[in-house]
């Protein structure tokens, strides 16, 4: 242990045997705050900031203890946040006026400041390995000497917490300081953000994203259904659904990023929204129109955000009695291997259907004095540091940042057409499904006289050339400027790759050009667009290649010119069959 501790330098400022030498600003007090795990650090430097914003009076410095499984990413995202970190050996060295941590299992050296002790979750769900013997413990309590010392004080988000830690380990009774959630806080105040989150993430109005989330461990979601991204995308239509992932800290700690990104590598490709574990996880909670969980507390935040929630699995280390335990009581389960498109639809649509959020009692029993946190904490840190509060406003929760699109882009699929029956189908006009899938998640099914499947693949940017090889549809990724370089473009690009049957590219003005390899091409645009190429269209009229081309191919496999008719094109998957858009088909002349 020694050589990690000589990693980090003794501090000289703003803490050190001479400190006052060098330092700028001088402070009254001094602050430590303890990191130990990547989850923790986070969970500090998501609050801390506000409780001590323009307060010259109060010195902060991190101090650094490597002793846990968890801790590796908590130097590097200190440092990334600029942060004063000193090694853990040096803490005897310092006399600090109060220790916070959101890692409860410190070895803090003896002393008299108070600590200081936050959640880095929804209460104390979990029963988690212990780490200084061969058993489990109560994950959120402190160890016994700092309760019998009488300097912990643990922050608890509801009374019912209270009440669970003094039923559990009774001398946590008097300790609690009831402060409500702020991670919540600050989702809530972010809800008309959505909108945005969802913008910035790539998902398009007429897509609904299925955020799947796991806590750490040998029977969290991701440790008994790694596969279960990879199948969603492979079972939900890509036009009309996202899939996402947010993971515990702790894995990415454990595992790191290399075999996470490895593990999942067929659903990154496939367009996997795989959030990093800091901050954009959660306005990417907030964009989620459905939450696929476990006993993490990622799942329970889901549900307080009103959102469809299911279980994929639920935990034995659950600890029974509380909001966890009893969103898994009611919540319905998800059946990794069975057909995934009807179940969360399913749960979905009953979720609407109820006058009344099923999970409202659950987020009750978890969550008191919401939109209060940071002020409450603000000040329980000021009591314990013995100093008046700031003359300034008391904290509020603010909107959180918009994330970044973690997303690969898809650059090949297999797509499935299908002619909808008589019933559906107008005189002159065909009704067409199309489903699709990124080919590296998807699979062909079976055909038959009315619904068929190919692979559509961009050759400008698919990396894996047997798959541009095998396509029947090539794909233009960017649009041509006018019909002439479309068509060139198209001629080129099927002489080079001469196994497939068509290439499609838009035109900057909205309409596509799918070209034949006997030379014919069909202009497809919207039916409201005007009747000359062009001719700008307004961005609604704008057809995608993709299934501009794969309207035209289902055409050719059953035999029906696609020449002079209209055509239905219904997205499969939509919600309640509203994704209709009426295409025209039309010769277009070389």
Excluded at 193 to 218: C, F, H, I, K
Excluded at 561 to 567: A, H, S
């Amino acid at each position: 242990m020694a050589a990690r501790f000589a990693d980090i330098p003794f501090l000289r400022v703003p803490v050190g045997d001479d400190a006052h030498r060098w330092h700028t600003f001088p402070g009254e007090r001094t602050l430590v705050v303890a990191a130990r795990t990547l989850t923790s650090t986070i969970r500090v430097l998501e609050v801390l900031p506000a409780l001590l914003r323009g307060d010259a009076r109060v010195t902060a410095v991190f101090a650094h203890d490597p002793g846990s499984a968890f801790s590796d990413g908590a130097i590097d995202l200190l440092h990334d946040a600029g942060c004063r970190v000193m090694p853990w050996e040096q803490l005897p060295h310092v006399e600090p006026d109060l220790i916070i941590s959101a890692s409860e299992h410190i070895d803090l050296p003896t002393g008299r400041c108070p600590v200081l002790v936050l959640p880095h979750g929804v209460g104390f769900q979990k029963y988690v390995p212990d780490s200084r013997a061969p058993r489990e413990r109560l994950s959120g309590v402190v160890p016994d000497e700092l309760l019998e010392a009488g300097r912990a004080w643990l922050a608890v988000s509801h009374p019912e917490q209270e009440r669970q830690l003094a039923t559990a380990h009774p001398k946590t009774a008097g300790r609690t300081l009831l402060v409500g959630d702020p991670c919540l806080d600050e989702l809530l105040v972010s809800e008309d953000r959505r909108e945005g989150y969802r913008a910035a993430l790539g998902v398009q109005d007429n897509q609904r994203l299925v955020m799947v989330s796991s806590t750490w461990g040998p029977t969290s979601l991701i440790a008994r259904n790694p596969e279960l991204p990879a199948r969603l995308l492979g079972q939900l239509p890509w036009d009309t659904h996202r899939v996402g992932l947010i993971l515990h800290p702790n894995v990415w700690s454990a595992h790191g990023a290399w075999h996470i990104r490895t593990l999942q590598a067929a659903a990154l490709d496939a367009g996997l929204l795989l959030m990093p574990p800091v901050h954009d996880w959660r306005p990417a909670l907030v964009a989620a129109d459905a939450v696929i969980g476990d006993h993490g507390s990622v799942t329970l935040y889901g549900a307080a955000l009103g959102r469809p929630t299911a279980l994929a699995t639920h935990g034995s280390e659950a600890v029974p009695g509380t909001a966890s335990a009893d969103l898994a009581r009611i919540a319905p389960r998800l059946d990794p291997e069975g057909g995934l498109l009807t179940q969360v639809d399913g749960v979905m649509q009953d979720h609407a259907d109820h006058r009344h959020d099923p999970y409202a009692d659950v987020v009750a029993r978890a969550f008191e004095l919401p939109g209060t946190a940071l002020a409450r904490l603000r000040e329980a840190v000021y009591e314990l540091l013995r100093l008046p509060l700031p003359p300034t406003d008391a904290p509020r929760p603010r909107a959180l940042a918009a994330p970044a699109d973690p997303s690969a882009p898809v650059t090949s699929w297999v797509v499935g057409t299908r002619l909808g029956g008589a019933e559906a189908t107008a005189p002159g006009r065909l009704t067409i499904g199309v489903s699709r899938f990124p080919s590296s998640v998807g699979r062909e099914r079976p055909e038959t006289e009315r619904s068929f499947w190919h692979l559509a693949v961009e050759p400008a940017e698919e990396r894996d050339r047997h798959l541009t090889e095998s396509a029947s549809v090539l794909l233009g990724s960017t649009p041509a400027p006018d019909p002439a370089a479309a068509l060139h473009w198209a001629r080129a690009t099927l002489a080079r790759w001469p196994g497939s049957l068509l290439a499609a590219n838009g035109v900057s003005s909205g309409v596509c050009l799918v070209s034949l390899r006997d030379g014919s091409a069909v202009e497809v645009a919207a039916a409201d667009a005007p009747d000359t190429p062009d001719t700008p269209v307004t961005p609604g009229a704008f057809v995608d290649p993709a299934l501009a081309a794969s309207v035209v191919y289902a055409c050719l496999r059953a035999g029906i010119p696609p020449y002079g008719i209209d055509v239905n094109l219904r997205l499969d998957g939509a919600a309640d069959g509203d994704r209709e858009t009426r295409l025209r088909l039309r010769p277009r002349m070389p």
